[in-house]
């Protein structure tokens, strides 16, 4: 086997991630796959070491414009690009090659969420990369057009996925997230500053506003019946990395803590990716820098009449770029963990 990936967007968080992983993937390792054209705009004509000495491997390398031209001809491409930038560039790519979009152009079903949303038309809708939902894999396994999951979207969603197809909550969710500041990408803003960031938390985008709502409640209303309703809330914090969120609902009657925590050992037992820690313990985002893995809890809150779901996930990894190797790997027919690694880095 002969594999060219490409990276567009190379030099964002999100394509410096993805590149980080596949240098240590088995197949570039092997020599079975090449890393080919890392495209970028701004950063157009610029050394790779200047943009991303973290990655010597790719030193002496130079970062081109991104193009039709530029990325046709590899087997798989990925689009770190912000939002709006992939779907002319979806469209135009070779139907045999497998595109991973990053960003958010094909990640809703409905128009009308999108439009209200992002405030442009809407592209459609590729199989979308959370395999550890169910059919999801199955979507993924030999696609070869793939929408990366939201980082917010991950980890709410495999926080509350098993609760409420299992029945023990009402799908009414109450949705509070603290992330670090690397979710809102590398470009130069104000409030992104470290003078504005250190020593505070704010909450931000609230009452319905963020745009990955919509994404949490398409997710959620495939495992229920039931209408879903979701209030999202992001709070930002002053750290790099990671995304920890809590999930509260409604809880139905007779679930006991023994039943919660049965149903998330069950839906989780053969998930690589997923770890259900320790009754007892909580997630903590400093336990998954740097891995591709989703640590989860369940717990049950008689005296307020509700369950909680708590997770946590590195946002460039299992929240971005993991899960867009980890998707090339299905629709490639790879070894789904290849490249990926599950321990974290301490401290």
């Not at 240098?23 to 790779?48: C, D, K």
């Not at 006991?256 to 009754?279: K, L």
């Not at 591709?292 to 307020?304: R, S, T, Y």
Request: with cysteine; proline share 7%.
């Amino acid at each position: 086997m002969s594999l060219s990936v490409a990276v567009a967007g190379a030099t964002g968080y999100a394509g410096g991630e993805i590149l980080r992983l596949l240098l240590a993937h088995p197949a570039y390792l092997s020599g079975e796959l090449t890393i080919g054209a890392l495209t970028g705009n701004s950063n157009a004509g610029q050394p790779v070491e200047e943009q991303m000495p973290h990655l010597p491997q790719l030193a002496g390398r130079v970062i081109e414009e991104t193009s039709i031209d530029t990325l046709s001809g590899h087997d798989v491409v990925f689009l770190g690009l912000p939002h709006g930038f992939s779907a002319e560039i979806g469209a135009n790519l070779p139907d045999e090659t497998v595109a991973i979009d990053c960003a958010a152009d094909f990640r809703l079903r409905d128009a009308e969420a999108w439009s209200r949303y992002y405030g442009s038309e809407h592209a459609g809708h590729w199989p979308y990369g959370i395999p550890e939902m169910p059919g999801h894999r199955e979507e993924i396994q030999g696609a070869k057009r793939i929408a990366v999951p939201g980082c917010f979207p991950t980890g709410a969603t495999l926080a509350a996925l098993p609760a409420v197809q299992a029945g023990i909550c009402e799908p009414d969710l109450r949705v509070v997230s603290i992330t670090g500041v690397s979710g809102a990408g590398k470009k130069a803003a104000v409030p992104m500053l470290g003078a504005e960031t250190m020593g505070s938390l704010k909450a931000y985008n609230t009452a319905g506003k963020h745009r990955h709502t919509p994404e949490i409640a398409q997710n959620i209303a495939e495992v229920t019946d039931a209408p879903v309703t979701v209030s999202f809330t992001p709070v930002l914090a002053p750290l790099p990395r990671g995304i920890l969120t809590t999930v509260t609902a409604p809880l139905l009657d007779g679930v006991t803590p023994e039943r919660a925590r049965q149903v998330y050992e069950d839906f989780y037992a053969v998930e690589p990716f997923v770890w259900v820690v320790p009754e007892g313990t909580q997630p903590q985002t400093q336990n998954v820098v740097g891995s591709n893995m989703c640590h989860v809890q369940i717990e049950v809150d008689a005296d307020a009449g509700v369950v909680l779901m708590t997770s946590a996930i590195d946002n460039l990894t299992k929240g971005t770029a993991g899960a867009a190797v980890q998707c090339m790997n299905l629709a490639l027919g790879l070894e789904e963990t290849a490249g990926l690694p599950r321990q974290g880095v301490a401290p």
